[in-house]
């Protein structure tokens, strides 16, 4: 076979793209599947945007003299299609134009570029061979390794690990996966941990034909793990051609030295994306994995992210948490200033704890130049920086869209990204919450998306349904019991108000209660000065999801307070911005 890099013409127009020579339409990266008739008049009309195509010259090109159909028939229902498709109305068009009787006007500007393709790639994650549980671990945390070693290289599109792990138990067909993720290879593999040997095979697999590119085995010692993903990750790079930055850091950097420190991360990485109340538990294994080895810069970085989370999520006081934090990620980049993750956490650090807006962004903006393709990091800078803390809806919302780009089936970065809609596009956001909870019937934060953007546009009565559901299905969460109290506000449902607000008012009494849920709560039940007298408590402890309270919706009915907004000036007066 010959290089995986080819040469492509790419038509751009709104959230779109038309690979012309690959005959595929995209949408913010996904594959959008469409039949070939519709996409070839969407061929014809975006060579000749703004002109006025004769159905004549359609019936031509698609519908020649020898084919026997019904061409009003058919060109009917193609263009139809074409609009499901692009999410287009026949009656206010923001795309496709009908001129009855004449033809069909493509109105939307175009872009047009030749573009090298990346080359792409996703690991999935390695199939265990063996019972003792701790060889899942070992695999698991192999397949993370080496997809964090290709994600800092520059010109190679890798498939973060959320996507690629959503395969991990399930016999998919190679070429499917390759065509969900959007992606030209695939490496699979096994591992069988015998005592302590370690039989690993691994396999580079071209998804659109299933062809072998290569593959090794390795049959080694427990100790030689970190070689064995060192020489995986470069015989990937060799394999596929890439050619590696000459000022890049050494693709592979093992991090410990220690299997034990090894499988405690990798157990604490996983609790961690599991999220919730996993993020108490993400917190003991990292500790853990750093005690064994203090040295562990990724592992302080994990820390420091677990500890960050737990504090916004509420699972703990701040004071408990937020410092611990910053301590965990500062040691993180004393050990390893290149280190990516680090300096996000770093970031996530200087936005929670000290409310420091441009450190937080310096740091976001340099591990991004380390990494460009963590999708975690431009969640992270364009929901909690750029969307909450600045404002910046439009800048926040390219941020999010990448990232769903880097990991396109991640439940999480579908609804950060449907979150960071919510004030640019209610519609889109409800499409993104919908696309979240598609891949995920039962994740929160999608439903949280879903209840906001419906309050916006005034469906209160389905909000309060979905927020009902969630409570009965995910637990009583304060979010979630403070947002449907607003919702029930709305509805003039004064009784059901003043319940949600009992039920938090005495949960802070026995356990610590977020206090800006509890503000929220409190207003809807009519108990303004409770409501200030909670935020002037989530001040003065340091709650980080006030970062959210300038914009969030949530937070609506307190912003016209003066006092409320005396607080976040003050917060601003206090801390660097």
């Known amino acids: ?154 010109n190679l599109r890798v498939i973060a690990r959320t996507s690629s792990f959503s395969f991990k138990g399930k016999h998919v067909d190679l070429r499917a996966i390759g065509e969900q993720l959007n992606v030209r290879t695939v490496l699979e593999g096994s591992v069988r941990k015998s005592g302590n040997r370690l039989k690993i095979t691994v396999q580079l697999v071209n998804a659109a034909d299933g062809y072998h590119l290569w593959s090794e085995t390795y049959d080694r010692e427990m100790k030689d793990v970190f070689a064995i993903q060192e020489e995986i990750a470069n015989a990937i790079v060799q394999r596929l051609e890439v050619t590696l930055d000459s000022q890049q850091h050494p693709l592979f950097r093992a991090g410990t030295d220690k299997l034990e420190a090894f499988k405690l991360y990798t157990q604490g990485r996983s609790l961690f994306f599991q999220r919730g109340p996993h993020l108490l538990r993400s917190v003991e294994h ?11 810069a990724l592992a302080w970085s994990g820390l420091a992210d677990a500890y960050n989370m737990v504090g916004f999520y509420g699972l703990t006081h701040p004071e408990a948490c937020l410092p611990q934090a910053k301590e965990a990620a500062q040691r993180a980049i004393g050990l390893d200033p290149s280190l990516a993750e680090a300096h996000t956490s770093l970031a996530m650090c200087y936005l929670f704890h000290d409310w420091d807006r441009q450190s937080a962004e310096r740091e976001f903006l340099h591990a991004l130049e380390l990494k460009p393709r963590n999708s975690l990091t431009r969640t992270w800078y364009g929901l909690y920086l750029l969307h909450w803390a600045e404002g910046r809806f439009q800048e926040a919302l390219a941020q999010t869209t990448q990232a769903v780009q880097i990991d396109p089936i991640s439940p999480y970065a579908r609804a950060i990204q449907a979150i960071t809609y919510l004030l640019v596009d209610v519609e889109k956001s409800i499409e993104k919450a919908r696309e979240t909870l598609l891949i995920d019937s039962n994740y929160f934060l999608g439903h949280w998306a879903h209840l906001s953007a419906l309050k916006l546009q005034g469906h209160h009565a389905e909000a309060a349904a979905i927020g009902e559901s969630v409570l009965k299905l995910l637990g009583r969460s304060v979010w979630m019991l403070g947002s449907l109290a607003r919702t029930y506000a709305y509805l003039g449902r004064r009784a059901d108000c003043e319940a949600l607000y009992m039920e938090l008012h005495w949960r802070s009494k026995r356990e610590y209660v977020q206090p800006t849920g509890l503000a929220w709560a409190a207003w809807a039940a009519g108990k303004q000065a409770e409501a200030i007298r909670c935020v002037e408590e989530a001040h003065a402890i340091g709650d980080p999801s006030l970062l959210a309270a300038k914009y969030w919706p949530d937070f609506e009915e307190l912003r016209k307070d003066d006092h409320f907004n005396e607080i976040l000036v003050s917060r601003d007066r206090g801390k660097h911005n």
């Open 1 to 154: 076979m010959g290089s995986l890099s080819t040469s492509r013409t790419v038509v751009r127009f709104g959230q779109f793209e038309l690979d012309q020579d690959a005959g595929e339409l995209r949408r913010d990266g996904a594959k959008v599947r469409l039949q070939e008739q519709p996409l070839q008049i969407l061929r014809i009309l975006l060579q000749q945007p703004g002109r006025v195509v004769p159905r004549e010259e359609l019936q031509k090109r698609i519908w020649p003299s020898d084919t026997f159909v019904d061409f009003d028939h058919g060109i009917n229902n193609a263009i139809k299609r074409l609009r499901e498709a692009l999410g287009d109305i026949a009656e206010t068009p923001r795309f496709i134009e009908t001129l009855p009787r004449r033809g069909y006007r493509f109105l939307n500007a175009v872009a047009v570029s030749t573009l090298n393709v990346e080359v792409s790639i996703a690991v999935l994650p390695f199939l265990s061979l063996s019972s003792d549980p701790d060889n899942e671990i070992f695999a698991d945390g192999m397949c993370e390794e080496i997809i964090s070693s290709l994600a800092r290289v520059k």
């Open 286 to 296: 990292c500790r853990q994995a750093v005690a064994l080895d203090p040295k562990y």
